[in-house]
């Protein structure tokens, strides 16, 4: 009988992990608390209209039927890193591998509820659109659009796709002729948001919002939204008709009540193959893990599925009783097509490298057929690219 391995959590770092698992001839079984994977990257678009919530999911009972491995719709309440084992919805599973990739929970700012959001739940995509929709059917309005940070963690911070989704509706209402009609306005805690992404392309971003008419309230920390508003702690108010706000990641519940090590923010403790210290056969990845690495890395799709095949491959090692291990440390850094709505720039960072290369139209293609490409990639309807 071959090992089994029991995958929680079914986005970029799960599904990637089963499938190398089962690729290496583990007994495999998925459990995620959803029948879909969605991918984030393309969802900015269901905000837009540009595409059906329906395109940006992946159905995980087929990826599973297509590799071989078990797919469990079900909801982890708790799990045992000692047991390597974990509660869903009531039972107990368990195996002589645990790998953990239920991502990360967000902080929730004072009156955040208020906001729309992109991230987490993927209906909030639906309910960000609804809105922007009814906004725009109005003829006039101000949108802001903005993101949180996380002083205990910069890795769980995500500003990329806010950025590519104010683009993308300043590209919208360009196109039905309202831009004149809308305020919009991009807002940050920290004094020069994306900077992540290197001085180039922070530059370039900032850069194109004034280019594009788009107000910037920088470097105010944000301390609350009410139903109209978004509040600073200098007392100022944003005053707005729509508010779409991304918070920062922060730990997940059921790895804060486990007795996994983690980091101060409430990610798994990993070491560069992502095997769990002091736990054997425990395994982290994704956004789940407390990422590791240059102080401008970020928690990234790529990155999650790096960590995968980095875990999948130990757990081979450990099962042969191989020494070697691998490691995701060198491969972490930050790549992205930033999309534009009407085009896209290609983002990389790296330790010796920063570029950012402008994609007039064709970037945005190039990003709506990656959309494409990893959805039938995981359905085996097409041949993995290197590296993808
Ligand atoms: C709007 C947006 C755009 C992005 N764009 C890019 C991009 O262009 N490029 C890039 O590299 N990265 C991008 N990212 C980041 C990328 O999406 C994440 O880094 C990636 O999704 C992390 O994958 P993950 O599998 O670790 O976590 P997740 O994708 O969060 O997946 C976690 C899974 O676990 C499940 N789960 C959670 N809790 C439980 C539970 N208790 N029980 C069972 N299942 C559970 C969830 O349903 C989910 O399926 C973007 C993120 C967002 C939000």
Same mark, same amino acid.
């Given at each position: 009988?071959?090992?089994?391995?029991?995958?929680?959590?079914?986005?970029?770092?799960?599904?990637?992990?089963?499938?190398?698992?089962?690729?290496?001839?583990?007994?495999?079984?998925?459990?995620?608390?959803?029948?879909?994977?969605?991918?984030?990257?393309?969802?900015?678009?269901?905000?837009?209209?540009?595409?059906?919530?329906?395109?940006?999911?992946?159905?995980?009972?087929?990826?599973?039927?297509?590799?071989?491995?078990?797919?469990?719709?079900?909801?982890?309440?708790?799990?045992?890193?000692?047991?390597?084992?974990?509660?869903?919805?009531?039972?107990?599973?368990?195996?002589?591998?645990?790998?953990?990739?239920?991502?990360?929970?967000?902080?929730?700012?004072?009156?955040?509820?208020?906001?729309?959001?992109?991230?987490?739940?993927?209906?909030?995509?639906?309910?960000?659109?609804?809105?922007?929709?009814?906004?725009?059917?109005?003829?006039?309005?101000?949108?802001?659009?903005?993101?949180?940070?996380?002083?205990?963690?910069?890795?769980?911070?995500?500003?990329?796709?806010?950025?590519?989704?104010?683009?993308?509706?300043?590209?919208?209402?360009?196109?039905?002729?309202?831009?004149?009609?809308?305020?919009?306005?991009?807002?940050?805690?920290?004094?020069?948001?994306?900077?992540?992404?290197?001085?180039?392309?922070?530059?370039?971003?900032?850069?194109? %919002?004034?280019?594009? /008419?788009? =107000? !910037?309230?920088?470097?105010?920390?944000?301390?609350?939204? +009410? #139903?109209?508003?978004? &509040?600073?702690?200098?007392?100022?108010?944003?005053?707005?008709?729509?508010?779409?706000?991304?918070?920062?990641?922060?730990?997940?519940?059921?790895?804060?009540?486990?007795?996994?090590?983690?980091?101060?923010?409430?990610?798994?403790?990993?070491?560069?193959?992502?095997?769990?210290?002091?736990?054997?056969?425990?395994?982290?990845?994704?956004?789940?893990?407390?990422?590791?690495?240059?102080?401008?890395?970020?928690?990234?799709?790529?990155?999650?599925?790096?960590?995968?095949?980095?875990?999948?491959?130990?757990?081979?090692?450990?099962?042969?009783?191989?020494?070697?291990?691998?490691?995701?440390?060198?491969?972490?850094?930050?790549?992205? %097509?930033?999309?534009? /709505?009407? =085009? !896209?720039?290609?983002?990389?960072?790296?330790?010796?490298? +920063? #570029?950012?290369?402008? &994609?007039?139209?064709?970037?945005?293609?190039?990003?709506?057929?990656?959309?494409?490409?990893?959805?039938?990639?995981?359905?085996?309807?097409?041949?993995?690219?290197?590296?993808?």
């Amino acid at each position: 009988m071959p090992n089994h391995a029991l995958v929680l959590g079914g986005g970029f770092a799960g599904l990637e992990a089963a499938i190398q698992l089962r690729q290496r001839g583990l007994e495999v079984t998925l459990v995620s608390n959803r029948p879909f994977l969605f991918v984030y990257p393309t969802s900015i678009w269901v905000v837009t209209g540009e595409k059906p919530f329906e395109e940006v999911c992946l159905d995980l009972g087929d990826v599973a039927r297509r590799h071989g491995f078990r797919f469990v719709e079900g909801t982890v309440e708790s799990i045992s890193g000692a047991g390597r084992s974990a509660v869903v919805n009531g039972e107990k599973l368990a195996a002589d591998h645990l790998v953990v990739a239920f991502g990360g929970d967000r902080l929730k700012p004072k009156g955040a509820e208020l906001t729309h959001t992109i991230g987490g739940d993927p209906q909030a995509a639906v309910r960000a659109r609804d809105a922007l929709s009814a906004l725009l059917a109005r003829g006039r309005g101000r949108i802001a659009m903005g993101f949180g940070g996380n002083p205990k963690d910069g890795s769980a911070v995500r500003g990329g796709p806010v950025f590519e989704l104010m683009f993308n509706v300043d590209t919208l209402l360009r196109r039905r002729g309202l831009r004149e009609a809308f305020e919009l306005t991009f807002f940050a805690p920290m004094p020069s948001p994306g900077e992540r992404m290197g001085k180039k392309a922070v530059g370039a971003l900032q850069g194109m %919002l004034g280019k594009l /008419g788009v =107000g !910037a309230r920088f470097g105010k920390k944000i301390t609350g939204f +009410e #139903r109209d508003g978004v &509040l600073f702690e200098d007392g100022s108010k944003l005053e707005t008709d729509l508010t779409i706000f991304l918070p920062a990641g922060d730990g997940h519940p059921a790895v804060k009540g486990s007795d996994l090590p983690r980091s101060e923010a409430g990610f798994v403790t990993v070491d560069g193959g992502c095997a769990v210290p002091g736990f054997p056969g425990v395994w982290a990845v994704g956004d789940a893990a407390a990422l590791q690495g240059p102080d401008w890395r970020a928690k990234q799709g790529h990155v999650a599925e790096v960590m995968a095949r980095v875990a999948a491959a130990n757990v081979a090692a450990v099962e042969a009783g191989r020494p070697e291990r691998e490691s995701y440390l060198p491969h972490v850094g930050i790549t992205c %097509l930033l999309d534009m /709505g009407n =085009g !896209a720039a290609y983002v990389h960072r790296d330790d010796v490298t +920063e #570029r950012m290369v402008p &994609l007039p139209v064709v970037g945005h293609w190039m990003k709506q057929a990656w959309g494409a490409y990893y959805k039938a990639s995981k359905r085996r309807q097409v041949p993995r690219l290197p590296g993808m």
